[in-house]
Nanobody
Framework: VQLQASGGGLVQAGGSLRLSCAAS????????MGWFRQAPGKERKFVAA????????NYADSVKGRCTISRNNAKNTVYLQMNSLKPEDTAVYYC???????????????????WGQGTQVTVSS
């Protein structure tokens, strides 16, 4: 499975971005998908996850109410809509795929089996 993240960029505080993650290869549309982020000098942290059919979602407290994760299984793509961005949202954002359809809220890195290359999000104050 290959994951290609895109949509990052430079945005002013209060702005919005939509990240995309396109899956290819031996994909299974029943995969749980997630987004993580890693700020400079910090550990990679959970941002959001979505169940295989998009019925269930889970968010880190730091982005709850500002971010929305969604998916289009026909396109094998997962999205992260980020609004009201803050400078502390600056990080490299990674998408990840879990080889399971079972929903357990999947907030841990070791819940996921495949990772994309990351896309940089920079929020200026």
């Amino acid at each position: 499975v290959q994951l290609q993240a895109s949509g990052g960029g430079l945005v002013q505080a209060g702005g919005s971005l939509r990240l995309s993650c396109a899956a290819s290869g031996r994909t299974d549309r029943r995969n749980v998908m997630g987004w993580f982020r890693q700020a400079p000098g910090k550990e990679r942290k959970f941002v959001a996850a979505i169940s295989s059919l998009g019925v269930n979602t889970n968010y880190a407290d730091s982005v709850k109410g500002r971010c929305t994760i969604s998916r289009n299984n026909a396109k094998n793509t997962v999205y992260l809509q980020m609004n009201s961005l803050k400078p502390e949202d600056t990080a490299v954002y990674y998408c990840a795929a879990a080889m399971t359809a079972g929903w357990t809220s999947q907030r841990r890195q070791d819940d996921y089996d495949y990772w994309g290359q990351g896309t940089q999000v920079t929020v200026s104050s």
